[in-house]
């Protein structure tokens, strides 16, 4: 009898062993999926090329007399107008709209570093002034646009040309 208990329970000490690298097979596989998943989730990166502002639209839309207007280097036309509580930005074919995150630094002119829109996020960097004459209201920047994944999609140098708080 004392026989029987011992083969008894040396099966079910093999039949734990293997449930044990059964369990840790099916974590690994788990995880192996739920890695998939995620690459599988990340849309492809896509370039976000904005459109100039045009005077045009600059009074159809009521932007002519807000703060601070970015135009990259080579351009007429600025392609954000950055204020104290929001931006905008024409991302074809659409006028977006960004809220201006107030938790970031107040750059001159009234703008902020950071504008954060429904499918992308904004960020305003200054440059240092390399002989440009860059002051309170005209200073040179860069703006870097991310997509929803945190890549940057757009990058552009350029100046930032704000309208003085008291010309408004």
């Known amino acids: 009898m004392h026989a029987r208990w011992m083969g008894l329970a040396l099966v079910t000490a093999l039949a734990a062993c293997g449930s044990e690298d059964t369990v840790a097979e099916r974590k690994a596989d788990a995880a192996k999926d739920v890695a998939m998943v995620k690459r599988m989730s990340k849309a492809p990166f896509e370039p976000i090329i904005p459109q100039p502002i045009a005077d045009v639209d600059m009074e159809r839309y009521g932007l002519s007399h807000r703060g601070c207007r970015f135009t990259a280097k080579g351009d007429k036309d600025p392609i954000f ?3 104290p509580d929001e931006g905008f930005m024409i991302v074809p074919p659409d006028l977006d709209r960004y809220a201006a995150r107030t938790t970031s630094a107040e750059l001159p002119g009234g703008a902020h570093s950071t504008y954060t829109g429904l499918e992308n996020w904004l960020d305003i960097i200054r ?3 390399d002989e440009t004459g860059g002051d309170a209201v005209n200073w040179p920047a860069r703006i870097m646009l991310h997509d929803a994944q945190e890549r940057v999609a757009f990058m552009a140098d350029g100046m930032m040309d704000c309208t ?3 010309a408004e």
Do not use: R, S
């Open 127 to 129: 440059l240092p002034d």
């Open 81 to 83: 107008v950055a204020g």
């Open 164 to 166: 003085p708080p008291d």
